[in-house]
């Protein structure tokens, strides 16, 4: 993974609303699976194992035509200054929902500006996948359309 944030388009999604907007009879019918906040690709990635894990790992933020992924530290002096400032940089994309929009976004903010929620530090792995899939699903659910 590149340095610096990189945004992956959200195929699926794009094609999903395509679908949707033809004329077909059965298009009304056709539902969105979506199961997580990381681009298809990454599952065909192979595992690779490592002892004690990467030096780094990634914060995930969900907007209507990409996934936005900032990478950060997982260990190390910088660690939460890092992680923190991979926060801030999503809380300042012009897509960030607000603190307001649900958990995910509401720790995001929390990581972005200090230690309120966020306890000693600016969390690790599970809270960045949970802060990550929690706002994604939020979001999916709140943008499909009823029934």
């Known amino acids: 993974m590149e340095d610096g944030p990189v945004e992956v388009p959200r195929g699926e999604w794009?094609?999903?609303?395509?679908?949707?907007a033809t004329d077909r009879t059965y298009a009304s019918r056709i539902g969105y699976g979506d199961y997580g906040v990381q681009h298809p690709a990454a599952l065909a990635q192979p595992l690779a194992p490592r002892k004690g894990?990467?030096?780094?790992g990634t914060l995930r933020y969900?907007?209507?035509?990409?996934?936005?992924?900032?990478?950060?530290?997982?260990?190390?002096?910088d660690r939460i200054d890092v992680t923190r400032a991979a926060a801030r940089r999503i809380t300042e994309l012009p897509e960030f929902r607000g603190a307001r929009a649900g958990h995910g976004e509401a720790w995001l903010s929390d990581c972005a500006h200090g230690p309120r929620t966020t306890g000693r530090g600016a969390g690790g792995f599970r809270e960045w996948l949970r802060a990550g899939y929690v706002q994604h699903m939020t979001y999916v659910v709140r943008c499909l359309p009823d029934g």
Not at 53 to 56: D, K, L, R
Not at 62 to 77: A, E, M, N, Q
């Open 62 to 77: 969900t907007t209507d035509r990409s996934y936005y992924i900032v990478r950060t530290l997982t260990k190390g002096p």
């Open 14 to 20: 794009r094609m999903w609303h395509e679908v949707r």
């Open 53 to 56: 894990g990467p030096s780094w």
